[in-house]
């Protein structure tokens, strides 16, 4: 219990002196130690470091989850240790909602089936940005924040360490001005050499601390291109779904409404029907067949033609057609006989002259 006592005693008259000092610098009534330029350079470095690092950490937390609610959430789960629940993306809801609907209008109509297969396309892009987030949020954020909450805390610590160091050794200078028996002057001297080397220790520990911010920033580097490739395989990724996605559109009147795409972007189709022989449909009526082809043929100029059957494009090289609409014709010079050059738009290819009705 004595001990105690003396202890609580020393510390008193430590944080006493240490408050007499700091009030007295912040008045001007007392010489202050200046730490070393390198030091205070190394100081401002790991303060913006940590600045930065908070606010690239949490501007990546907005990027990743740009729900603020669902952030409180995940965080106060992570305060509670438990795991978050899994939950639907906004990417897997619609995709669900398209299957619903595409089952519900029917598998066996266009509208239908390409619900269905879009849905399919956003279940699979919602499943990659899961991916994604996963993965920058091991690999990216994870050190961010062990750096926040772990390197730049003990740098603080010693940094306060530091600050009652000088504190003391400003202090025990103070002292020893002011000492004018010889056995006082003798003690504040001795003082002044222990709080000198205490500080000179102090701020040797808390440099080499300082100096391993070099360190972080490497380590940060490297969290940093970890980042880069998963956005870029992320983005790839996504980018290939949607493609595929496009050409498996291609079979389906719907796209003939975008006339912004050319049409080897939307005709080519990994999962087009193949065309059906010209021999298996009605022929074109015979005075339709020559007189007005033939004109054609020889004033290379263009003409409009009505679709009279539905023509799925079997290479990126044709156009697919719908029955009943209105395309311009061309005759090309070495083309097959038996094929004319359609236009609709901006999508152009070949279409077979069995499927047409040459208009006046």
Known sequence: MEFNVRRLAADAGTFLSRAVQFTEEKFG???????????????????????WTEKIMKQTEVLLQPNPNVRMEEFLYEMLDKKVPTRAN????????????????GPGTAYGSALIKCGET??????????????????????????IEGDFKTILKERKLLQN??????????RMKKARVADARSAAETELRIAQS??????????LLLEGISSTHAHHLRCLNDFVDAQASYYAQCYQYMVNLQKQLG??????????????SSSASILVPTAQPAASLPAPPPSQASPALNELRSTSGTRKARVLYDY???????????ADEVITVSSV?????????GQRGNQKGKVPITYLELLN
Request: contains cysteine; aromatic residues 8%; hydrophobic residues 35%.
């Open 90 to 105: 906004n990417h897997e809801l619609l995709g669900e909602c398209m299957i619903d609907s595409g089952h519900e209008f």
């Open 29 to 51: 009534q007392a010489e202050k130690t200046e730490l070393d330029a390198h030091l205070e350079t190394l100081l401002s470095r790991a303060e913006f470091t940590k600045h």
């Open 198 to 207: 205490e500080f000179d220790r102090q701020a040797e520990i808390t440099r």
């Open 251 to 264: 079979s389906f009147p719907s796209t003939f409404s975008n006339n912004n795409q050319p049409a080897s």
């Open 312 to 322: 799925d494009a079997a290479s990126s090289s044709e156009l697919s057609l719908l």
């Open 165 to 174: 160091k000088r504190l003391d050794l400003d202090a025990a200078k103070n």
């Open 333 to 341: 010079p070495g083309m097959d006989s038996d094929w004319l050059m």
């Open 122 to 147: 956003e279940k699979l892009l919602g499943s990659a940005e899961k991916e994604f987030i996963q993965s920058s949020a091991i690999n990216f954020l994870t050190p961010f924040r062990n750096f």
